[in-house]
């Protein structure tokens, strides 16, 4: 199959959204990462996006809309009174919850759960495809499994071309971190996975948020998960990855440390880095993170920098830790997954 990628003007939506109606696939671009969609009502659609993304049966889909009436369609039941104050202060926007499904939801795109993950994404592209579509559009991150996210069009054309007919480019994606993921039941409002909607934005709306355990942690053997997704090791560079936390001098130079011990080794080594600390690291191989200041950038950069290194055939990555608070929380949460929690404490001498 020839998988053609188009700026997506006028007429490359009408095509987009005729392959939809016609139950193919499409790579669309969204706020958080690129999407790889289908019709989000169309069970035999819905198997061809685990077929071409080689994704586990067991880990659902998430639907996404364009407006509030498409929810009737898709949950049971009346609408949680937390669920509306989310929608209402988050949507569109990157926030995804899991709300109890309605028998129009096909079985693989919940994975044979009662529930349904479902967002109302911000991204221009993404919001007139599903109104030209009248569909809700089922889609997870376009990446093959186990590869990093694609926050452009070129990685969705690495990990899928010949697999789908049509990528449409949309840039860069602005949030470059999947969507932070929360679950309902009752009073309590529980994020399985962090993203762009920081725990303290939510605390902010319903005055309460649980932050589930696993989410800086790796899985214990035998512990249940929440979220089929959590099982799976996501976001693996094909490197390894360590990471550096503690006082930014003291990481600095352990960093720099395990970097020239690499090299001395014969790896290919390279240090994931804040923009602003480039310089401590002197001659060494540098990737910055973070080409504005603040945690936004440094999160729309992380994905691509983990494929770079793929790329790169880097064997060592050592990176630098940031503050697991606000968006740092969901940056820790994917650099720890890359790294199968492999943390270093350089103030602890480790
Ligand atoms: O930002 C995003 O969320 C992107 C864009 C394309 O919208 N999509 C995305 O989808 O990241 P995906 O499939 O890569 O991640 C969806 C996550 C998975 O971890 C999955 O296990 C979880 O949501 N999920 C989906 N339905 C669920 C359900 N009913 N119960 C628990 N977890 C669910
Ligand atoms: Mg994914």
């Known amino acids: 199959m020839q998988t053609l990628v188009l700026k997506p003007d006028g007429q490359a939506l ?6 939809l109606r016609a139950g193919e696939l499409v790579g669309i671009p969204t706020e958080t990462v690129y999407g790889l969609a289908a019709d989000g009502l169309n069970q035999q659609a819905a198997l061809k996006i685990f077929e071409a993304k080689q ?32 929608a209402q202060a988050f949507w569109p926007g990157p926030l995804t919850m899991i709300l109890p499904k309605s028998q129009r939801v ?36 376009a990446n093959r499994s186990g590869r990093p996210s ?20 949309g840039g860069p994606c602005e949030v470059g971190l999947e969507s932070t993921v929360v679950e309902l039941s009752g009073d309590k409002v529980r994020v399985l996975r962090p993203g762009g909607v920081t725990p303290e ?23 249940v ?9 996501h976001y693996a560079p094909k490197g390894s990855l360590t990471i550096v936390k503690g006082a930014p001098e003291r990481v600095a130079g352990r960093i720099a440390q395990l970097y020239d011990e690499a090299v001395s080794q014969g790896a290919s080594a390279a240090i994931l880095c804040m923009k602003q ?9 540098v990737h910055p993170l973070g080409q504005r200041p603040g945690l936004d950038s440094v999160a729309s950069d992380l994905f691509d920098a983990l494929r770079l290194m793929d790329e790169q055939k880097v064997e060592r990555i050592f990176a630098e830790a940031v503050d697991a608070h606000g968006l740092g929380l969901a940056i820790m949460n994917r650099m720890g997954r890359a790294a199968a929690f492999h943390v270093l404490d350089a103030d602890r001498g480790e």
């Open 14 to 19: 009408e095509k987009a959204a005729a392959l």
């Open 55 to 86: 994704r586990p049966a067991d880990n659902p889909l998430i639907e996404h809309i364009a407006h509030m009436d498409q929810l009737k369609e898709l949950i049971r039941g009346e609408l949680p009174e937390q669920a509306r104050a989310l």
């Open 106 to 141: 096909p079985q693989a795109v919940c994975a044979g759960l009662d529930t349904v993950a479902i967002r109302m994404p911000s991204h221009p592209v993404a919001h007139a495809l599903i109104e030209k579509c009248g569909l809700p559009l089922a889609a997870p991150s």
């Open 150 to 169: 694609p926050t452009r069009a070129s990685h969705v054309l690495e990990d899928m071309k010949g697999r789908i007919p049509l990528i449409l480019d």
């Open 201 to 223: 934005m939510i605390e902010a709306v319903l005055g309460g948020v649980w932050v589930d355990e696993s989410v800086l942690k790796p899985l214990q053997p035998g512990q």
């Open 225 to 233: 998960v929440r979220s089929p997704g959590m099982k799976y090791r």
């Open 277 to 285: 600390n480039e310089a401590r690291y002197g001659h060494r191989r």
